[in-house]
């Protein structure tokens, strides 16, 4: 193993940190009030040497903007020979071709690439920290820091889930609001079954919301379908597909979804 990679062997090996893409996203903000303050606080050479970094930086920026207003400027293509003679006020005009058409059918082609992953709910409502979790205050250490919690939705946990010892538990997912099936909706054939969950895609409230398993109203999962007997275009039995959650778990006392075709 290459000396610099012991990162990326211990993440293959342990995984990341529960909230590692929410400080990596706070992180990336600050980036901008700590230039700031490095431009102020520089003195002598390394100020020169810095104030040269950011000016290449800022003209590979303009140049990227530059680029995207020139979507809808005309251009002008060389004029072809004229098989017939033109009058004097049409001489100096040549033939213009807009950007426009190129950017719509662009825009066009990505429209249809976002129709193909369009999902029935595409906008949930936000769920706040407080309402996720409960404070754990029970315990003499506990109840002093209050750095343990318990998440009061409904969650997914592998079957080969085994609990962290308690004094390295963070969160807490009660056994009584596990879910392990899913009532799957296929919109095209319009029936109803009852599918094991393999996994959680993806849930828009927080990354960190993700990786607990963590099931509320808008949620990508991952469900067994090999009792469907769907099939690929090549012929091949699909194994899982993604569901989307359409109602509120822990309101409803049961996990329904419908099936992204």
């Known amino acids: 193993m290459p000396q610099g990679e012991y990162i990326e062997r211990w993440q293959k090996l342990h995984g990341k940190r529960f909230d590692y893409d929410e400080r990596k996203r706070k992180r990336e903000a600050r980036e901008g009030h700590n230039a700031s303050q490095r431009a102020q606080n520089f003195r002598g050479l390394r100020a020169k040497l810095y104030a040269e970094k950011r000016r290449k930086e800022k003209i590979q920026m303009k140049k990227q903007i530059r680029q995207k207003e020139q979507k809808n400027v005309k251009s002008s293509e060389p004029a072809?020979?004229?098989?017939?003679?033109?009058p004097q006020y049409l001489l100096d005009r040549s033939?213009?071709?807009?950007?426009k058409a190129l950017s719509s059918a662009i825009k066009s082609k990505r429209n249809e690439k976002a129709a193909r992953f369009s999902v029935p709910i595409p906008k949930v409502k936000g769920i706040s920290e407080e309402e996720m979790f409960a404070v754990v205050k029970t315990g003499k250490k506990t109840h002093k820091k209050s750095w343990k919690r318990t998440i009061?939705?409904?969650t997914f946990v592998g079957p080969g889930f085994t609990r962290r010892p308690v004094k390295f538990e963070r969160f807490i997912r009660?056994?009584?609001l596990r879910y392990k099936k899913a009532n799957v909706t296929h919109p095209e054939l319009g029936v109803t079954v009852q599918l094991p969950i393999l996994s959680v895609k993806k849930n828009p409230q927080n990354p960190l919301y993700t990786q607990l398993g963590v099931l509320t109203k808008g949620t990508i999962i991952e469900v067994n379908v090999s009792e469907l007997g769907l099939v690929t275009a090549g012929g091949k039995v699909c194994w899982g597909r993604?569901?989307?959650?359409?109602?509120?778990?822990e309101n409803d006392g049961c996990l329904n979804?419908?099936?992204l075709v």
């Open 242 to 249: 993604y569901a989307q959650v359409t109602n509120n778990p």
């Open 95 to 99: 033939n213009e071709k807009s950007a």
């Open 152 to 154: 009061t939705k409904p």
């Open 80 to 86: 072809e020979p004229a098989t017939e003679a033109l």
């Open 174 to 176: 009660p056994m009584g």
């Open 257 to 259: 979804a419908v099936l």
